[in-house]
């Protein structure tokens, strides 16, 4: 089954302590991201990366990092300088495709099932 | 700036009760149009792309309509499993970056 995979499905962190959240996928998308959601807001989105080796800061980049070394994966670290965490984190991907030309297929996102991120 | 702003927040529907949600968007150039659903504690699901004024698409009790300026997602006969986040995002013309609005949460009474 092609889809996007993320893990863990929970995560605690501590004070001071930088945690990874995986994100993988197999649909050969180039273009991954992450985003942040909190109750009642919509999508903030923390980085993304349009091909391997490249990544650009989105609205809310301040305390995370990531890095795009193979296609398939983009981790995503909340780091001690992120002072609320505290949320559900969201991984997509997206392939472009230009219309009348794929078919039945439609350019969009797909996401992973996402990660809640708590604080302990 | 890109931005889009979705209404109402929430409604409440009877089952069999017929309604429309609004996804207003002011964009540099649209390349898409995009509607999720999401179920709460999981990632949204894609419905529909949107191309460019006048397009329309249509699955099962959804319908999809756009314009310049705003996008409706019609609801026809909705039943309590459409219960649900329904999300719009836009995607500007030369950008990678997806604007997404906060959502309309529906409910559907039994």
């Known amino acids: 089954d092609g889809g996007i995979t993320q893990s863990p499905k929970y995560l605690f962190r501590k004070e001071g302590q930088n945690v990874t959240l995986s994100c993988e996928q197999n649909?050969?998308?180039?273009?991954m991201y992450w985003y942040r959601q909190d109750p009642g807001q919509g999508l903030r989105l923390i980085y993304y990366?349009?091909?391997?080796?490249?990544?650009q800061k989105g609205d809310i980049a301040e305390g995370y990092s990531v890095s795009r070394e193979k296609k398939e994966s983009f981790p995503l670290t909340v780091t001690s300088a992120q002072k609320n965490p505290t949320a559900f984190y969201l991984c997509?991907?997206?392939?472009?495709?230009?219309?009348?030309?794929?078919?039945?297929?439609?350019?969009?996102?797909?996401f992973g099932p996402g990660t809640r991120l708590l604080v302990l | 700036e890109d931005q889009v702003t979705q209404s109402p927040e929430a409604l409440r529907l009877q089952e069999g009760e017929s309604s429309s949600l609004n996804c207003s968007y002011t964009?540099?150039?649209?390349?898409?149009l995009f509607w999720y659903r999401q179920d709460p504690g999981k990632g949204p699901e894609f419905l529909f792309t949107?191309?460019?004024a006048g397009e329309e698409k249509e699955k099962e009790r959804l319908k999809a309509t756009l314009t310049k300026k705003e996008s409706f997602l019609h609801i026809t006969a909705p039943k309590p499993e459409d219960s649900a986040t329904y999300l719009c995002?836009?995607?500007?013309?030369?950008?990678?970056?997806?604007?997404f609005g906060t959502g309309t949460r529906l409910k559907v009474l039994a």
């Open positions: 997509a991907s997206s392939i472009d495709l230009t219309p009348g030309l794929a078919g039945d297929l439609q350019e969009t996102q797909y």
């Open positions: 649909l050969n998308h180039d273009a």
């Open positions: 990366s349009q091909i391997v080796n490249d990544f």
């Open positions: 964009v540099s150039g649209l390349r898409g």
């Open positions: 949107l191309y460019s």
């Open positions: 995002a836009v995607r500007a013309s030369g950008t990678y970056k997806y604007i």
